[in-house]
């Protein structure tokens, strides 16, 4: 457990750069431009974490990471670097890995609820305004008070379509409903629905002791979520998962300090996407929960192209910064080279302004902490290579190891058991059966205050027996039209 990461070589006399176990919990930041070696260095940095027995999670953007589950192969770069960088312990070999996926094809299921998402996270998945977002905080309090379960997709519209037949009524205790803010929140839904958000909501929910595992060798089993469809399908469900999953690490798992190594590290590619369309409300909560999660012994790191993706309150807390080449074709880009060289510790053998446009592929300026927490000088690194393939697995050997988890079958089937919508269809058809009994019983009520409907017949024997005004006649008339309906004179 004390065994510090090695994951590059710099400084003028070409020593290893480590970062110690107990600060790996202080989170980081992978940074730099298209093609310079940000996934490269996620790799080894996750298996660094896996050697250390830490359990990592991983969103994989490209399916690249799919090789941290294959033995690395052979080849000149590799042999070359290596000769380079002095590993004593470098040996070629597959890691732990488990494969998660919200669609269910390149992985296990991964899914949360309606309830457990919230209303916070769940607005900005769908990108409502202040009115719609009040709105849907006012579902979630009703759901609650009426003991309804929000569990998927059609228990969130159900909710919606009960709330809009009765909003004259809910209006004096949670305030106006208005029915175009719950139509453009149906409409959302039916947006993120044609996206494939519906496979993400439901049960069974993801345990998270099951991202927190060790091997039979006492490895970090790298969990890898396959986010290749679903950063282009649907960026904000991506976003808003992730953030789910960071928020519910937050709250459920026990305060413990400065642990030796963390218990989880958690990596945010494409981090961008968490923060550009962000609230300031939910901006504030990131920063609350990288700030307190890191007693929770979770390290965060997110990756990105620029360090200014990231907001200055967050970039503040982060202890490892390894940023690759960042190229200047802009004043723009200027601008970001000359703020991602600020944010290091200056060093003074080399310019860190200059050196970032400088830097090669699978280079890197470096910055960690000390024993005490303090950033050490910037240095201009070499990343090492990874120990496992370099690439994606295909897809039959994926599969085997997908046959081969241990988690087979546990979140395959999706389980729909009662909740809100079942509850209110339900409600609705006995309001309906119970509407249509009390319209029968008045229409029975009403017939029977009336007076009886005449045929033509009677009508004749009624008329004719006024003309005649004798008893005997009148018994004349009945005796003769009585026999026509079968009577007896």
Not at 49 to 58: E, Y
Request: some cysteine.
């Amino acid at each position: 457990m004390n065994e510090p990461i090695r994951f590059a070589i710099g400084g003028a006399q070409g020593h290893l750069v480590e970062q110690l176990g107990k600060m790996s919990n202080r989170h980081g930041l992978i940074a730099g431009a298209t093609g310079t070696g940000k996934t490269i260095t996620l790799q080894v940095l996750a298996e660094s974490f896996s050697r250390l027995g830490v359990p990592v999670f991983a969103p994989d953007i490209k399916g690249d990471l799919s090789g941290l589950a294959h033995t690395g192969a052979p080849h000149p770069k590799i042999d070359e670097r290596l000769s380079m960088i002095p590993l004593e312990s470098y040996q070629q070999r597959p890691y732990p890995v488990v494969f998660w996926d919200i669609f269910g094809q390149q992985g296990h299921p991964i899914r949360s609820t309606v309830s457990e998402m919230g209303p916070l996270l769940l607005s900005n998945m769908l990108a409502l305004n202040d009115t719609q977002t009040g709105v849907l905080y006012s579902c979630f309090r009703i759901a609650d008070d009426q003991g309804l379960l929000l569990l998927d997709l059609k228990d969130l519209r159900a909710m919606l379509t009960w709330m809009g037949e009765n909003a004259a009524e809910l209006r004096r205790e949670y305030g106006n409903i208005s029915g175009a803010s719950i139509g453009a929140i149906q409409r959302q839904l039916l947006v993120h629905e044609e996206q494939g958000a519906e496979n993400f909501f439901g049960e069974p929910a993801i345990n998270l002791a099951d991202l927190m595992q060790t091997d039979f060798s006492g490895n970090g089993v790298i969990s890898i979520l396959d986010a290749s469809q679903l950063t282009v399908q649907a960026p904000m469900v991506y976003a808003s998962f992730l953030l789910w999953l960071l928020s519910e690490l937050y709250e459920q798992l026990p305060e413990i300090g400065d642990p030796e190594a963390p218990r989880l590290v958690f990596f945010f590619d494409e981090a961008h996407l968490l923060f550009n369309k962000s609230s300031g409300e939910l901006v504030q909560k990131i920063e609350q929960v990288v700030r307190l999660i890191r007693s929770k012994g979770v390290g965060i790191y997110f990756i990105t192209q620029s360090p200014l993706d990231i907001p200055d309150a967050v970039l503040g807390q982060l202890g490892l910064k390894v940023q690759h080449a960042l190229r200047a074709f802009t004043p723009k880009d200027r601008k970001v080279i000359k703020g991602a060289a600020q944010s290091f510790r200056p060093n003074p053998d080399f310019d860190t302004e200059t050196t970032l446009t400088d830097l090669g592929i699978g280079e890197a300026l470096v910055s960690v902490l000390d024993s005490k927490g303090r950033p050490r000088p910037v240095q201009r690194t070499l990343i090492r290579p990874p120990e496992s393939f370099i690439g994606a697995l295909d897809q039959q050997t994926r599969r085997i190891r997908m046959d081969r988890s241990p988690l087979k079958g546990r979140y395959d089937d999706m389980v729909d058991r009662e909740s809100a919508h079942e509850i209110l269809k339900d409600r609705a058809q006995e309001a309906h059966a119970q509407q249509e009994k009390a319209q029968a019983a008045k229409t029975v009520k009403k017939a029977a205050r009336g007076r009886p409907r005449q045929s033509t017949g009677e009508a004749f024997v009624k008329s004719a027996a006024r003309a005649i005004g004798s008893q005997v006649g009148r018994q004349i008339v009945r005796g003769i039209l009585g026999s026509l309906f079968g009577g007896r004179r």
